[in-house]
Each structure stands twice: as structure tokens, then as C-alpha cells.
């Protein structure tokens, strides 16, 4: 079984629709594909749907961004997409998704770089919001050459950090929520939390207590010692083990395509 647990689309801040996800999923010849959006469930039906048309099966994910670091990622899978919990979360994020744009836009402002909201606007197709949306426009109008640019330059500098950060929730409740909606916990590339190996196992064994199921173990950027510490975790907590992508599309991250992985998937398929 070939697959990648990670991927964007269009429902927030990748390029390819969810129907355009699935095709080149196939093309990859993957048998399971894991929609994972930032804050949303929106594109899930339709790729559901594309799945079984094109024969691959695809998991209903998601990617919540919980607040005690400024990228801690929590993936939720195979979850009920209806679920009132899920929703009311999903909508707040949005919410405070939309209330950032003007204030990412009145930040680029005050360092002399002029783009229209709209247009920001207008590439997220009235979706969620992300900051690789305003990168991408500020390649178009030569402000930068490149989104990674972008995002060292303006997106993601400590100033922007401190300055113009969205709400997040709790890491416990982004757990809760997901399982509260009959789905299971993965905690998303672990290096990008960005703490030494001591701190990530005791971050860990929390999640755990709180019932995290999985860790995303295999990733594009995971160093093999990386790989091989959480691993370890999941084999001392008695997790699984996911991977993938985060696959965005080339205009976005430009490096990363889909994955083929081979990680045992009956725990998240049943
Ligand atoms: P947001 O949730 O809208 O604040 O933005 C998160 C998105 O921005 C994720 O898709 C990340 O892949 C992307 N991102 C965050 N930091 C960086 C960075 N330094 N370089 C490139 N992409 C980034
Ligand atoms: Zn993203
Ligand atoms: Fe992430
Ligand atoms: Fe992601």
C-alpha cells in the first residue's frame, strides 16, 4: 500500500483543487491519500467522492495549528467532518484566519510593500486564508523571487510572529476536538516545533496522555536521526506511524511533490 497522509488543496492554501489531488495521486499510483487542509473540512467530500472514482481511498484529515509553539501541527484523521465541535472550531479558526488578513496587509504596508487584500483574497477563493497566499502575491507584484523568500523576509520573522499571530487553541484541545469527532491524532512533523529531544519526548508523552495515536515520523525534511528518535517514541509510547508530503503543489512549495510511502494504515482505515 503506497501513500501519502499529508497534502493540501484549494480548501486552504495548496494549488490543486481536491479532484485535481486525487488524479495526480493516481498518477503517483498511490492507494491512500490523506487530505489534510489547514482548519478545514471543506474539501473533504469531494476528494472522498474523486477517490472512488479513481479507485484510491482517500482519509478524511485535517491540520490544526495549536498555540504553545509557533509551529506545533496536530493532523486528525478519519473523523466525523460534521461534527459540532469540529465545525464551531473550524469556523472560529477561519474567522480569525480572515481577521489577520488586514493586519498582514497593514504590516507589509509599514515596511513600504504594497499589496491589495483583494488579490489575496481573490487566490484563496473565499477558502482559508494562509500566509503562503499572501507569499504568492508578493512574488507576483517582484516584492520577492520566491515564496521561501517570502516567508524569511516578511511571513515568518519574529516580529511577524509577535506582531500579527491569529489565535490558536490549546494543543489538548486540538486533540479533544478531533477525537471528540471519532477520529485519530497524528502530532505533524516534529521538528518543526523546533525543540531539543528531551522537550519533544516530554511534549509527547502529554499528547499521549491525552490520546494522541500516532507520530508523523516520515517526512520530506526529517534528517534520518530525526526519523529514527521518533521512531523510538512511537515505539515507547506504543503509537503508530504516519508520513507524508505536505504536498502543496509546486507554486507553493515548489521542492515537495507527493509521496509514496509504505506505513502500515488498517489503524486508520478501519
Ligand atoms: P498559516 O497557517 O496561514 O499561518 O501558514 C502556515 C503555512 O505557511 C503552512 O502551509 C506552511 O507550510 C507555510 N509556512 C510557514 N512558515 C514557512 C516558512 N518559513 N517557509 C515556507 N512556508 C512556510
Ligand atoms: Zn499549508
Ligand atoms: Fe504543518
Ligand atoms: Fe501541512
Redesign the pocket.
Known amino acids: 500500500m503506497l501513500c501519502d497522509l499529508h497534502t ?1 488543496s484549494t480548501a486552504s ?1 495548496g494549488q490543486y483543487t481536491p479532484v485535481e489531488l486525487v488524479r495526480l495521486a493516481q498518477e503517483r499510483g498511490l492507494d491512500v491519500l490523506a487530505l489534510t487542509d ?1 482548519d478545514t473540512v471543506d474539501g473533504l467530500e469531494e476528494a472522498v467522492q474523486a477517490g472512488e472514482r479513481a479507485g484510491i481511498r482517500v482519509v478524511r484529515g485535517i491540520e490544526l ?1 495549536a498555540r504553545e509553539y509557533p ?1 506545533f501541527h496536530i493532523l486528525g484523521y478519519g473523523f466525523d467532518p460534521e461534527a459540532p465541535a469540529l465545525s464551531a472550531l473550524c469556523r472560529e479558526l477561519k474567522e480569525g ?1 480572515d481577521r489577520r488578513a488586514p493586519r498582514i496587509i497593514a504590516f507589509l504596508e509599514e515596511q513600504g510593500v504594497h499589496i491589495p487584500l483583494s488579490e489575496v483574497e481573490e487566490l484563496a477563493g473565499g477558502q482559508i486564508v ?3 497566499h499572501f ?1 504568492q502575491v508578493l512574488v507576483r507584484h517582484s516584492y520577492v523571487s520566491s ?2 523568500e517570502a ?2 523576509r516578511y ?2 520573522t519574529e516580529e511577524f510572529l509577535r506582531r500579527v499571530e ?1 489565535p490558536k487553541p490549546p494543543a489538548q484541545v486540538c486533540v479533544e476536538t478531533i477525537q471528540a469527532a471519532g477520529g485519530k491524532v497524528s502530532l505533524a512533523h516534529p521538528y518543526q516545533i523546533g525543540v531539543d529531544n528531551e522537550k519533544l519526548e516530554a511534549i509527547v508523552r502529554e499528547l499521549a496522555g491525552w490520546g494522541l495515536d500516532a507520530i508523523e515520523c516520515f517526512y520530506p525534511q526529517h534528517t534520518l536521526e530525526q526519523r529514527d528518535f521518533y521512531l523510538s517514541l512511537v515505539k515507547k509510547y506504543g503509537l503508530h506511524v504516519t508520513g507524508g508530503s ?1 504536498f ?1 503543489g509546486e507554486k507553493v ?1 515548489p521542492d515537495i511533490g507527493l509521496a509514496t510511502l509504505e506505513v502500515e494504515t488498517d489503524w486508520l482505515l478501519s
Open positions: 493540501h492554501d489547514h495549528s509551529t484566519r494562509g500566509r503562503p507569499a515564496n521561501r516567508f524569511d511571513l515568518d491569529r505536505d502543496h512549495k
